[in-house]
Nanobody, 118 residues
Framework: QVQLVESGGGLAQPGGSLRLSCAASGFTFSLYSMSWARQAPGKGLEWVSG????????YYAHSVKGRFTISRDNAKNMLYLQMNSLKPEDTALYYC???????????RGQGTQVTVSS
C-alpha cells in the first residue's frame, strides 16, 4: 500500500526558502517516478515538478523553473523540493505524487501547507 507523508511546509516571507520532504513507503521507491503538485485556495491541482526513478531526469512547471529544485534519495525513500525565491502565488497545499514525473494525477499524501506572506 502506497504511503506518502509530506513535511516541511510553513510560513515564509517573499524571497525566502523552504524545503519540503516526502517520506515514501509501501512500494519500491527507486523504481518509480515522482512528482510534486500543489493546490492553491479555490484552484485546481497544479503539477509543479517531477523526477525520474533514478533522479537523472527532472522537470519543472514554467512558474517554478529556476526557483525550485526537485531531488530524491532512493536509499532513504525520500523525495524533496527545495523552494527558493518564494512568491505569494506559491502559497498552496503541496503534495507528493506517486508514479509520475509529468502530471498531478496519482496517489498522493495528505499534503503540507506552504504560505508565503510578509
Amino acid at each position: 500500500q502506497v504511503q506518502l507523508v509530506e513535511s516541511g511546509g510553513g510560513l515564509a516571507q517573499p524571497g525566502g526558502s523552504l524545503r519540503l520532504s516526502c517520506a515514501a513507503s509501501g512500494f519500491t521507491f527507486s523504481l518509480y517516478s515522482m512528482s510534486w503538485a500543489r493546490q492553491a485556495p479555490g484552484k485546481g491541482l497544479e503539477w509543479v515538478s517531477g523526477i525520474s526513478s533514478a533522479g537523472t531526469g527532472t522537470y519543472y512547471a514554467h512558474s517554478v523553473k529556476g526557483r525550485f529544485t526537485i531531488s530524491r534519495d532512493n536509499a532513504k525513500n525520500m523525495l524533496y523540493l527545495q523552494m527558493n525565491s518564494l512568491k505569494p502565488e506559491d502559497t498552496a497545499l503541496y503534495y507528493c505524487v506517486y508514479g509520475t514525473a509529468t502530471t498531478s494525477q496519482g496517489t498522493r499524501g495528505q499534503g503540507t501547507q506552504v504560505t508565503v506572506s510578509s
